[in-house]
């Protein structure tokens, strides 16, 4: 059920008018989305020409376990064709950062629409997946754009060494989230 007027709902009118999918953000964080600016929506302080330019602080909070759950979406780029549909997805068991190519004049957007949309469902299964899954927290991040995919375990304890983590769990096209899938079912 979406309730009209809030943040969640004008986020949906914004994804369906625009024939892209609806990213999934759980239940439990849906009354806490603001809408930080135009398309840019997210459950705490956020940029969303950070999160377009895949900054690294954001995994780096991740890894060093200094973030609470939260929900991130935002559409952003710059130039013509450098544009990206990104999404932060950090919610118990599961912290996914991703970044998909839509909106620059030279992007197939119907195919892009249509992959966002494959990655939705993945999202949403891992995210149903990790609700029933005991132990630390797994991080799967990829983006299409920038040509990074990789998908493990938070190391405990951690430093936030992005560079090591992508390294270490480094996986080929978006394979990560089949990583993130047999990490989760082996739990």
Do not use: K
């Not at 953000?25 to 989305?33: A, K």
């Not at 450098?82 to 996914?96: E, F, K, M």
């Amino acid at each position: 059920m979406t309730d009209h007027g809030s943040p969640y709902a004008e986020m949906t009118t914004a994804f369906t008018s625009s024939r892209l999918p609806v990213p999934p953000v759980p239940e439990p964080l849906r009354p806490q989305l603001r809408t930080v600016r135009d398309w840019c929506w997210s459950t705490r302080d956020i940029d969303a020409f950070a999160m377009y330019m895949f900054d690294r602080d954001f995994l780096s909070a991740v890894l060093s376990g200094s973030v609470p759950d939260y929900v991130a979406v935002s559409h952003a780029g710059h130039g013509v064709n450098s544009y990206a549909v990104n999404y932060h997805l950090v919610c118990g068991p599961l912290a996914v950062i991703m970044q998909v190519g839509w909106g620059g004049i030279y992007t197939d957007n119907a195919a892009a629409s249509q992959r966002l949309g494959e990655y939705w469902r993945r999202c949403m299964a891992l995210h149903a997946r990790g609700a029933d899954a005991s132990g630390g927290r797994i991080l799967c991040v990829f983006s299409h754009l920038r040509g990074i995919s990789a998908c493990g375990p938070l190391p405990q304890p951690s430093d936030g060494d992005v560079d090591a983590f992508l390294t270490t769990h480094r996986t080929a096209g978006d394979a990560a989230f089949d990583e993130a899938e047999r990490l989760l079912a082996h739990r």
